[in-house]
């Protein structure tokens, strides 16, 4: 069961699987896996690379930053389209759809062409530097502290839960740059290349396996990073990161309504309380689909 739409969206949406039934890489040439949310295997790249040069990879952004300015439903539809074949975009999810999405909507044009662009054609990875021992659903609680001396601000504290951290060329970093104003104030947000003297990342496992590594702690010891690195006005990141929470919450809604469907598919019922379930199923996806529709 697929939602349908006006005949200019289905012809959006007939136009991008035949560019996917043209193009997908042969499964042969993906063997390769991703390691981490910040390793992009090479045939990735440049599937990635394929996709923003062609205007598709995220089609509502203008063709310079990877699109052809689709409207809502017609982005919709692209992402209902990648769902449904089980295609990523981008094995860098949090730098596709959090940190170039950001950069894009408060990076200066100078910063969308130093950083988003990059990340948009796979050139580079990032991560994002939000949680904190002490401080993760609250983030207004972070205390890694950014000092400005001169051109340079300097960095100490300890992020934690960094995604990607390990493989990631920068990290979207949110930082505490006025410790007297209230806790939601003071914030600032710096893209910290991680190569950065100072900068340290341990990946550490989780309770499947050992091996399993893509969260990790990220510590800042006497780290500079240049002034021109501020994304956004000084002292005014909580606005950044609402921003930022936004658009990963955006695109969770698709991920959750293509789970339903595998269900639903997968379902046989067998019992009239069988039948009842599997119909449940079905119009739970299909609501769901109809909430990210509204929230995009």
Known sequence: MRLTFDADVEEFRAEFAAFLDANLPPEADTVERSRSSAHIPAWARRWQRLLFDEGWLLPGNPPEFGGRNADLLQQFVHLEELARRGVYHSFNP????????????????????????????????ASVGMSEPGAGSDLASLRTRAVLDGDHFVLNGQKIWTSGAHDADIILAFVRTDPDAPKHRGISVLVVPTDSPGLTRRPFGTMLATTDQDFNEVFFDDVRVPAANLIGELNQGWAVANGSLGHERTMMWLSFATSLETIARNFHPRTEIGDQHYATLCMDGQAVRLLGSAAL
């Not at 949090?94 to 988003?116: E, M, P, V």
Request: aromatic share 6%; glycine share 6%.
């Open 94 to 125: 949090q730098g596709l759809s959090i940190i170039a999405a950001s950069l894009l909507s408060f990076g200066t044009d100078a910063q969308k062409h130093r950083w988003a662009v990059p990340i948009l054609r796979a050139e580079i990875t």
